[in-house]
């Protein structure tokens, strides 16, 4: 009998996976757009041991349902100093674990059920008017085409067994042997890599298995690979971050990788114990059900699900205790003194400290000062130095992350307890915070007007001066550490910004463009310097003498 191949294989095989993925991405937009605000700021809440963050990870990842997104989740939360190394290595073992619970439900025989849910589903969220109402819809929709998806990629690979050609090629990679089984894994780490599912991994190898084409001891041998391969993705969102966030990713390459290798030697072992646990239910993934006439094999899935399962704890029970030495390890990659220094992670706010007033308060006036250095280093990146922060924006981010850390610390500073002038010290700690980070985003616009248009050597004269008018303006708060006694010259700064904006105005040597580039540049300037005025009128408006110094928060 002639096969179809259009017909009966590429129509739902192709569509069967388009709907598989289309699923996984609906459950997921659905389900993101309902909790994941929650999850990020329960996750960073309570991740504070490697206990409750591999808890974290398993359950976050477990309500998602996708392990890429929890470890870019959590990728972007060490770069953003909310969570540190330690933590974040164990969130990521609890994601591992938190995946494989999807792919359990997967494995459940609900095709045709599938397609009736999708609908009714699709229904909802087409007349639903309520966002939470439509959301729960569409991850419900998502949920149930994942099903349909599977069960049509199934029926479309049965046909392949009556293809001689593509079973002597499938039988060459099984798993008799240790090199198969490798073949396979990394195979399936390719794949993966390539779809950035590892779900969608797993649901190809139970469709193959399902439909007969794979046994279920080289379904397992597939499906390992597939933890390799979703490494692709966090690899990928750590590129243009900070070290310890892609340390994270490293300690989630490490994780999956020293595991696949732990379960390719154990394999035989195990897959002998999996089918004597199995049958122990009753399941023999090996035997075969006859539907319309031809042979399936469900028990596949449930076989392939069941190990995923298996696997992920078992490495995470053998690695947890190891975390430590995982945080040491990592710890000295990338380390380089010549590298400028990360300002998106605070030095100074010690959580444990806040209830003691002093020293919380000094750790907020370090960290200030902190980030008053890290906007007076988009002035060397607008003049090119050497040492400064190589892309711009990313500076801008960390600068923007650090200003949002110091707000948030101080905002639990307050106590009913503390008498007026404690309070008002805090208060006036919170205007400096809010007053810097208005001039960073002031000197980030000079930068960037100074790092995107190209000025002619006539226009770069007026340019170096109005950064030196700003930069000796910054020298006032910058190198003094006690401004408060400097006396504010609004009059005279401000005579000097408009003495330098009508020479670039009346310059005829100036190219129309540039004058107006130049013109906007000054504009950042004055505003600048008017915060700078502002920050010194604030320094002076509480006694800040008795400020201790604090010492840098050692790494947990």
């Known amino acids: 009998m002639e096969v179809d191949i259009f017909k009966e294989i590429l129509v739902p095989v192709v569509g069967g996976l388009g709907i598989f993925l289309l699923g996984l991405e609906f459950m997921d937009t659905g389900i993101q757009a309902l909790s994941v605000n929650k999850m990020r700021a329960w996750l960073a809440k309570i991740a504070g041991t490697p206990v409750k963050g591999v808890m974290a990870g398993t359950v976050i990842t477990g309500v998602i349902q996708s392990s890429t997104a929890m470890t870019v989740m959590t990728v972007g939360l060490v770069n953003a100093g909310v969570l540190n190394l330690r933590s974040a290595i164990s969130v990521i073992m609890g994601a591992n674990v938190g995946t494989t619970l999807g792919n359990g439900l997967i494995a459940l025989p609900l095709g045709p059920i599938g397609l009736l849910f999708s609908g009714i589903f699709a229904c909802v969220y087409c007349f639903a008017r309520q966002d939470k109402t439509r959301n729960i819809a569409l991850a419900s929709m998502g949920f149930s085409l994942i099903f349909y998806g599977l069960n049509l990629m199934t029926g479309g690979l049965k046909p392949l067994r009556n293809m001689p050609e593509v079973m002597a090629v499938l039988q060459r990679l099984d798993s008799s042997n240790i090199v198969d089984v490798v073949s396979c894994a990394l195979i399936a780490a390719l794949i993966t890599a390539m779809i950035h599912s590892s779900s969608a991994t797993i649901g190809i190898v139970m469709g193959l298995g399902a439909s007969g084409v794979l046994p279920w001891q080289t379904a397992i041998a597939f499906a390992i690979g597939a933890d390799l391969g979703t490494t692709v993705t966090s690899w990928i969102a750590s590129l243009n971050l900070s070290k310890n966030a892609k340390r994270t990713t490293y300690a989630h390459i490490a994780f999956n990788f020293i595991g696949v290798l732990v379960v390719l030697m154990l394999f035989f072992p195990a897959i002998r114990v999996l089918g004597w646990g ?20 469900p028990m596949v899935p449930v076989a392939v699900g069941v190990f995923s399962i298996i696997f992920n704890i078992f490495n995470v029970l053998i690695m947890f205790p190891f975390i430590g030495t995982f945080e040491r390890v990592l710890s ?84 009913d307890d503390l008498d007026r002038g404690q309070n008002d010290l805090v208060a006036s700690l919170i205007e400096e915070v809010d007053f810097t980070s208005a001039l960073s985003e002031q000197l980030h616009q000079v930068a960037r007007r100074a790092d995107r248009e190209e000025f002619s050597p006539a226009s770069q004269v007026f340019l170096e001066e109005s950064l030196d008018a700003l930069d000796a303006h910054l020298r006032r708060i910058v190198a003094v550490d006690d401004a408060s006694a400097a006396v504010p010259q609004e009059m005279r700064e401000e005579k000097d910004v408009l003495e330098l904006r009508e020479r670039i105005v009346s310059s005829p040597s100036l190219p129309a463009g540039e004058r107006g580039a130049l013109v906007a540049l000054l504009g950042s300037v004055e505003r600048a310097q008017q915060l700078v005025e502002r920050i010194e009128v604030e320094r002076a408006s509480v006694d800040r003498g008795t400020i201790g110094v604090v010492e840098p928060v050692a790494s947990a």
């Open 278 to 297: 199995l049958g122990l239910f009753g399941i023999d993934p090996a035997a075969p059900t006859v539907v319309d006439g031809q042979q399936t094999f």
């Open 332 to 415: 000295k990659v990338g380390v380089d003194e010549n590298v400028p220094e990360e300002y998106a992670v605070p030095r100074f706010l010690d959580p444990k400290a806040v209830d003691d007033h002093p020293r919380a308060v000094a750790g907020v006036l370090a960290e200030t000062r902190r980030q008053l250095q890290a906007g007076t280093a988009f002035l060397d990146i607008a003049r090119g130095r050497p040492g400064a922060p190589v892309e711009l924006e990313e500076h801008a981010e960390a600068v923007d992350s650090l200003s949002r850390e110091i707000r948030a610390y101080c905002a639990h500073l307050f106590r």
